[in-house]
């Protein structure tokens, strides 16, 4: 059994779990609907680690800050992350567009595509040209690399690793020259976007 938390450490950890999630909220642009959802995620992380905390390397105050910027970033990754695989920020449907009386919802046809309906500026023109460009850059691969690829494009490396492709050194070694072998067929931020899917 874990020894009680006093009312006083408490307190300390709800002030420095709050500090942290506006500092979050406000780094990452967040609408105001989701800061106490943040703050919750925060401090249960933070309770959830407290039994790390020893009393004879600091205050409660300075355990919780270094948690709390952990998670930070933790969580600041995630968000980035699921931006940049949604190609940027997810607009309202309601949100006004410029030039229209319309919101962005009465604007769209279905026809328009998924991407459209967040709020992506995708064209197709432009994804049919990418998709040329990597089938094309791909064939000029030998069949083992072209597998590689093909399977990094739905698994990670860690699971690649774990199917007997190679050691994850191994692979991140092989992927970073593929990098380069891509590059020069001119799939530059194509590739990028591919692998860090």
């Known amino acids: 059994m874990h020894t ?27 609408p105001a609907a989701d800061l106490d959802d943040l703050r919750q995620d925060l401090l ?7 039994p790390g905390f020893d009393k004879r390397r600091g205050s ?5 800050g270094i948690v709390l910027r952990n998670q930070s970033s ?3 990754i995630r968000h980035h992350r699921r931006r ?11 949100a006004p567009t410029a030039g ?6 009465s604007l769209l046809a279905e026809t328009d595509g998924l991407a459209a309906w967040h709020g992506q500026d995708r064209d197709m023109q432009t994804d049919i040209q990418t998709r040329e460009a990597v ?10 690399d072209r597998r590689f690829c093909c399977a990094l494009a739905h698994r990670s490396v860690t699971a690649l690793a774990a199917e007997d492709f190679g050691s994850r050194s191994a692979l991140y070694r092989r992927l970073t020259d593929l990098r380069h072998v891509l590059t020069a ?7 990028d976007d591919l692998a860090a899917a």
Do not use: N
């Open 100 to 105: 229209f009386v319309e919101p962005l919802g």
């Open 4 to 30: 009680p938390i006093s009312p006083s450490d408490l307190a300390t950890l709800i002030d420095e779990a709050d500090r942290a999630a506006r500092r979050l909220h406000r780094k990452l642009a967040l």
């Open 74 to 76: 933790r969580i600041a």
């Open 135 to 144: 089938q094309s850059a791909l064939a000029h691969l030998p069949e083992g």
């Open 44 to 50: 249960i992380d933070l309770i959830c680690r407290l």
């Open 84 to 94: 940049r695989a949604q190609g940027g920020t997810v607009l309202s449907l309601d």
């Open 60 to 64: 409660i105050g300075a355990f919780a």
């Open 185 to 191: 067929y001119g799939l530059g931020p194509a590739w």
